[in-house]
T-cell receptor
Framework: SAVISQKPSRDICQRGTSLTIQCQVD?????MFWYRQQPGQSLTLIAT?????????ESGFVIDKFPISRPNLTFSTLTVSNMSPEDSSIYLC?????????????FGQGTRLTVV | LAKTTQPISMDSYEGQEVNITCSHN???????ITWYQQFPSQGPRFIIQ???TKVTNEVASLFIPADRKSSTLSLPRVSLSDTAVYYC?????????????FGTGTQLKVEL
């Protein structure tokens, strides 16, 4: 299993500013994943963060807008840059681990971002 | 990754059994079926995972027919606290590193 701590849990930000979200895992993991969940919608993968290399971004997401750091095997940050109201969403980090017969994904509580 | 189709919403009453069916017609040989539950203001939580036939744990059962083109999550005797969104995911699972593709999910509402 894995316990994920995400900070901040919520924030209200002015448009044009940036917010950095932190994700701390209680065990070492190879890959960490960042998702976005817009109001009333499902989760969409933003990028996969590997330690020691650049993050891999999904279609529609770019590094300039969502820079990611992965300095070690238990920590990652996602920055939402030059924010606009359309960036108002919940941002979640996730890791997957093998637990017995299953491979499970574990998620942080999420960061609820409101851009005004 | 195989696409999944599930009902947008379902309603039930406390004490009833709830069955949520997911269609995944183009499931691949190596794909597993996994269900997650998400409460408001929380990240999704793993419920159950299977490859074929039937899997049961302390929370739910997962029924998978022989052709594996669909699966049914069964929640016995639901309570108000089971009100949540349930996601069906299908994909290959390499060791400890798969990324997940979430569909629309099913909003289950349980009432008294």
């Amino acid at each position: 299993s894995a316990v994920i701590s995400q900070k901040p849990s919520r924030d209200i930000c002015q448009r044009g500013t940036s917010l950095t979200i932190q994700c701390q895992v209680d065990s070492q993991v190879t890959m960490m994943f960042w998702y976005r969940q817009q109001p009333g919608q499902s989760l969409t993968l933003i990028a996969t963060a590997n330690q020691g290399s650049e993050a891999t971004y999904e279609s529609g997401f770019v590094i300039d807008k969502f820079p990611i750091s992965r300095p070690n095997l238990t920590f990652s940050t996602l920055t939402v840059s030059n924010m606009s109201p359309e960036d108002s969403s919940i941002y979640l980090c996730s890791v997957t681990t093998e637990g017995g017969m299953n491979t499970e994904a574990f998620f942080g509580q999420g960061t609820r971002l409101t851009v005004v | 990754l195989a696409k999944t189709t599930q009902p947008i919403s379902m309603d039930s009453y406390e004490g009833q059994e709830v069955n949520i069916t997911c269609s995944h017609n183009n499931i691949a040989t190596n794909d597993y079926i996994t269900w997650y539950q998400q409460f408001p203001s929380q990240g999704p939580r793993f419920i159950i995972q299977g490859y074929k036939t039937k899997v049961t744990n302390e929370v739910a059962s997962l029924f998978i027919p022989a052709d594996r083109k669909s699966s049914t999550l069964s929640l016995p005797r639901v309570s108000l606290s089971d009100t949540a969104v349930y996601y069906c995911l299908v994909g290959d699972i390499p060791g400890g590193g798969n990324k997940l593709t979430f569909g629309t999910g099913t909003q289950l509402k349980v009432e008294l």
